[in-house]
């Protein structure tokens, strides 16, 4: 699955982007941001708040308790505010 990130979680992490495979019992999007913070200092720096990181399943806005199902991309953002 590749892993997109933007603005400061990109520049937290270090990486625009990388493939991953998932491990067995990655099943939510919580579940993912949960292992996904458990990869090192970086990314438990830049996921400290997961509840308010945004997340997008193959470019489809996708809350924290959806399925990963089969998606092949999944995208990370901090919170946005609109106006």
Not at 12 to 38: C, M, N, Q, S, Y
Not at 45 to 59: F, G, P, S, Y
Not at 65 to 75: D, H, I, T, Y
Request: charged share 25%; proline share 5%; net charge negative.
């Amino acid at each position: 699955m590749k892993v997109v990130y933007f603005a400061w979680i990109r520049e937290r992490v270090g990486l625009d982007e990388e493939e991953i495979a998932l491990p067995a019992g990655v099943v939510t999007v919580k579940d993912f941001l949960h292992w996904l913070k458990g990869r090192g200092e970086n990314y438990a720096n830049a996921l400290q708040a997961t509840e308010t990181v945004r997340v997008a399943l193959d470019q489809e806005h996708a809350e924290h308790s959806e399925p990963l199902g089969e998606c092949s991309e999944v995208a990370i953002f901090p919170p946005m505010t609109g106006g």
